[in-house]
């Protein structure tokens, strides 16, 4: 989430004579193809349309917009309006991967806004080489992300059915009584916890690893509270994984394997995309996903 200007990417607009810059540009990739006819027709700020600045066979996706919303002076109070940052985020995203429906594209930052064209051209000139490299490796690949929970009740009640300590150790429990069987009872409880940790762990690893098999890139992002997920369970993987399109089936069914291997052990597999490459992306442009 943005949360102050340090999160964006703007230039002080400057005066030209005696009047006052009104707009700026925004940006909201960088592509090498994209027919004019497949572009969004509304910038974040709906007054202004979207069109291409093209550069030695890239092009920046760029819309004007009003320095009365989107200011270096204003920028920060709106930043801290929930209502407005929620609005310019849903925005800037759908115009992204609309474009993303159509051709490859390096995402830039929210709120990567320059003072002029000319700017914009400067900046594509700067980083041309590296733009055309980048833009060649994504090439026919996009981003899926995964995030896996675990219901540690449900893993609670079917951990014997996994563990062989477990297991042995419920039936040596039935064999105790009294004092003996509460002790015992109590090293079972003991086994368990530390059980649920290690399926935890083993379920993210191989998880990661047999999809990553699939995968040209792959990276772990840090994982999320309940507060953020809303979720009871606990979260136990946050990955994201560039695929090519023609992996994306094989892809696709190691998920669903992951799914039956894991499923009745309380754990849930939450898939999405295909997104920009917010994850696999370097150099001053870079924004992951989390």
């Not at 079917?158 to 300590?165: L, N, Q, Y």
């Not at 993210?204 to 890139?217: F, K, N, P, T």
Request: proline share 4%; with cysteine; aromatic share 8%.
């Amino acid at each position: 989430m943005v949360k102050s200007a340090k999160d964006v990417s703007l230039e002080t607009p400057r005066s030209v004579g005696a009047q006052p810059r009104m707009h700026g540009y925004y940006v909201y990739a960088i592509t090498n193809s994209l027919s004019l006819a497949r572009l969004p027709e509304k910038g974040i700020d709906p007054t202004y349309p979207v069109y291409a600045l093209p550069d030695r066979g890239i092009q920046a996706i760029v819309s004007k917009v009003s320095l009365v919303e989107f200011g270096q002076d204003v920028l920060e109070s709106n930043l801290q309006n929930l209502q407005w940052l929620t609005a310019k985020v849903y925005a800037h995203e759908s115009i992204i991967e609309a474009i993303l429906a159509h051709c490859t594209l390096i995402p830039m930052r929210f709120c990567t806004i320059f003072r002029s064209e000319s700017r914009v051209r400067e900046m594509l000139g700067e980083h041309h080489d590296d733009f055309v490299n980048t833009l060649t490796r994504l090439e026919g690949k996009k981003e899926w992300g995964l995030k896996v929970f675990g219901d540690g009740a449900i893993l609670a009640q079917r951990i014997g059915k996994v563990s062989d300590r477990v297991k042995r150790l419920e039936m040596e429990m039935a064999e105790k009584s009294g004092g003996a069987a509460y002790l015992w009872k109590k090293r079972l409880d003991e086994a368990i916890a530390a059980e649920i940790d290690r399926v935890n762990i083993e379920c993210a690893q191989r998880g990661h690893d047999r999809l990553s098999s699939h995968a040209e890139e792959s990276v772990t992002n840090p994982l999320q509270g309940k507060e953020i997920t809303s979720r009871k369970e606990e979260m136990i993987l946050n990955g994201a994984y560039l695929v090519a399109d023609e992996r994306l089936g094989a892809f696709q069914a190691e998920l669903a394997g992951l799914e039956d291997e894991y499923g009745a052990l309380g754990f849930s597999f939450q898939v999405s995309g295909p997104w920009p490459p917010y994850n696999f992306m370097a150099g001053p442009y870079k924004e992951a996903r989390k």
